[in-house]
């Protein structure tokens, strides 16, 4: 029984992390918190990424629209940020630009070598709402459970990373 559920968390970890695409055709933008500042008009979505493993490698966000024909499609992405891990306390803060005001969402990827493959042993991911993933899912949670609405202003979020 032990051996199944560890089994199990082992193979929804494998299918979280391969569900961020690694190549896409939407921007690839710098990221600038001061787009989500005190002065920040939006709309803009303030993302804060907890649960880095180590402060190594790259982190990768990506926003979707949130419709079930765009969500973790292969280009479908609206902004993506990919930068390298620099996790104080194991945390890390983005401003993820987007285009209107409406339903977005967020998916991020931690390649802690930075080689830009997907590790299921050591990589991880996470999207917002922090949905539950499971081997059910292959570890895509439906758009209707990650997605957000952005406002007018500043949207602010927080994605918790799990890994194996």
């Known amino acids: 029984m032990v051996m ?32 989500c500042g005190a002065d920040a008009r939006g709309p803009a979505v303030l993302v804060d990424v907890r649960g880095f493993a180590a402060a190594t490698g790259k982190v990768r966000i990506q926003s979707y629209p949130a419709t079930k024909a765009a969500w973790l499609t292969k280009g479908e992405w609206i902004n993506r940020i990919d930068v390298p891990v620099r996790a104080a306390n194991g945390a890390m803060r983005f401003c993820v630009p987007v285009p209107k005001v409406g339903e977005y969402g967020i998916a991020v990827r931690h390649d802690r070598d930075g080689n830009g493959k997907t590790d299921i042993s050591r990589d991880g991911g996470g999207f917002s709402n922090n949905p539950s993933i499971s081997i059910f899912n292959l570890g895509k949670p439906g758009v209707e459970k990650a997605a957000f609405h952005a406002g007018p202003g500043v949207t602010k979020i927080t994605i918790n990373l799990k890994y194996m």
């Open 4 to 35: 199944l559920k560890v089994a199990y968390g082992l193979m929804s970890v494998a299918a979280l992390v391969a569900a961020v695409p690694a190549m896409a055709h939407g921007q690839e933008i710098a990221n600038d918190l001061e787009r």
